[in-house]
């Protein structure tokens, strides 16, 4: 065997072989751009901010040990009050947290006055009164935009929350 045999064969890829790589590449990545679109993004950043708004209530709650409420006080804002009813600044800045973009909430089925309290110990009840009633099954929070939708959920014993 000839030494310039060897250089042949170990000569890197045909141009059909990189065309080929480029040609799927590019496929693959068309098919997954939709999922990045300005409009879904903005209802992804909402939904984790709404969801970083109810853990930040539900840690002010066990650090201070009073009440505190996530209330939806229009179809795309919400505050959060503490025990007397009085509205607190919120991580952002302000008392109210107005969505961005065309993002709103959907239907709250199972919080019927449109909030969320947490106790002391991080429990999640359904209304602001004293004792009040403790959360039954997990709490959807859906938010909406565009025909897309991202759900907070709430755990009833432990108020943990999470994205859907």
């Known amino acids: 065997m000839k030494n310039t045999d060897v250089i042949m064969r170990f000569r890197g890829f045909t ?15 068309v098919s997954v ?17 709404v969801l970083n708004d109810i853990r930040y209530t539900q840690a002010l709650s066990m650090a201070s040990g009073q009440r505190y409420r996530f209330v939806k006080i229009s179809a795309s ?12 600044t919120l991580p952002g800045g302000g008392t109210q947290q107005t969505l961005s973009g065309n993002v709103s909430f ?15 110990q991080g429990t999640p009840y359904t209304n602001a ?6 959360l039954a099954a997990v709490a959807s929070i859906p938010l909406m935009s565009n025909g897309q939708t991202r759900t907070v959920m709430i755990n009833p014993e432990t108020g943990y929350g999470a994205l859907q």
Do not use: C, D, H, Q
């Not at 141009?15 to 990545?29: D, F, K, N, Q, R």
């Not at 959907?106 to 002391?120: K, T, V, Y």
């Open 15 to 29: 141009l059909v072989e990189l065309l080929l790589v480029i040609l799927i590449t590019g496929l693959l990545a």
């Open 33 to 49: 751009m939709p999922k990045w679109t300005a409009s879904s993004l903005g209802l992804e950043f909402e939904a984790r901010r």
């Open 77 to 88: 804002a919400y505050r959060i009050l503490n025990e007397a009813g009085v509205a607190i």
């Open 106 to 120: 959907g239907s709250l089925g199972n919080l019927p006055g449109s909030l969320i309290a947490f106790n002391s």
């Open 129 to 134: 009164a004293l004792p009040g009633t403790a």
